[in-house]
T-cell receptor, first 114, second 110 residues
Framework: DADVTQTPRNRITKTGKRIMLECSQTKGHDRMYWYRQDPGLGLRLIYYSFDVKDINKGEISDGYSVSRQAQAKFSLSLESAIPNQTALYFC?????????????FGPGTRLTVL | GQQVMQIPQYQHVQEGEDFTTYCNSSTTLSNIQWYKQRPGGHPVFLIQLVKSGEVKKQKRLTFQFGEAKKNSSLHITATQTTDVGTYFCVRASNTGKLIFGQGTTLQVKP
């Protein structure tokens, strides 16, 4: 059983549509993250949350919003999707403690915006 | 300023050959992590280095952190087809954010 799950795994949508990507974890970690991956650019941080009441912008938060519904759930929304948001999106978790704890990644959501 | 630069971007090797990827920073790093992403998969943590000059080994993989803590390397001895994937060096900020290098994609010809 996967510790970090993402739904949906694949999504094709049209420009202007609202999209929500969901992440759930059973690791009991307080910290959760959303990244996007584009070819040749590695992973870039969109938003992160260190506990249920904490939300922080990453390096590329414009056009995205998040919701931390519970310790185990962290959702990423695209309010009005645009084609350059076509990418692979990963959720990750880590435990509280040293700032540089290992992160555990979900399987990813491949999003295509037409 | 806070980025980590990784070279090469791509590397094709014959099975059995060695492979090295390098990670460089213009600023001193408090730590460096390495992740591996298999084709179609997600990043998986390999190791973390925190001490100046640190060397760690995992079977055929050798990880090194430079004396000045501004560079790191991953060396694979005698590559196998199972080594295929993209290797990322990653620095963690003191607020817990991970900053990924661009990655080195390794292809191994059998």
């Amino acid at each position: 059983d996967a510790d970090v799950t993402q739904t949906p795994r694949n999504r094709i949508t049209k420009t202007g549509k609202r999209i929500m990507l969901e992440c759930s974890q059973t690791k009991g970690h307080d910290r959760m993250y959303w990244y996007r991956q584009d070819p040749g650019l590695g992973l870039r941080l969109i938003y992160y949350s260190f506990d249920v009441k904490d939300i922080n912008k990453g390096e590329i938060s414009d056009g995205y919003s998040v919701s931390r519904q519970a310790q185990a759930k962290f959702s990423l929304s695209l309010e009005s999707a645009i084609p350059n948001q076509t990418a692979l999106y990963f959720c990750a978790t880590s435990s509280t403690g040293a700032a540089w704890n290992e992160q555990f990644f979900g399987p990813g959501t491949r999003l295509t915006v037409l | 300023g806070q980025q980590v630069m990784q070279i090469p971007q791509y590397q094709h090797v014959q099975e059995g050959e060695d492979f090295t990827t390098y990670c460089n920073s213009s600023t001193t790093l408090s730590n460096i992590q390495w992740y591996k992403q298999r084709p179609g998969g997600h990043p998986v943590f390999l190791i973390q280095l925190v001490k100046s000059g640190e060397v760690k080994k995992q079977k055929r993989l050798t990880f090194q952190f430079g004396e000045a803590k501004k560079n790191s390397s991953l060396h694979i001895t005698a590559t196998q087809t199972t080594d295929v994937g993209t290797y990322f060096c990653v620095r963690a900020s003191n607020t817990g954010k991970l900053i990924f290098g661009q990655g080195t994609t390794l292809q191994v010809k059998p």
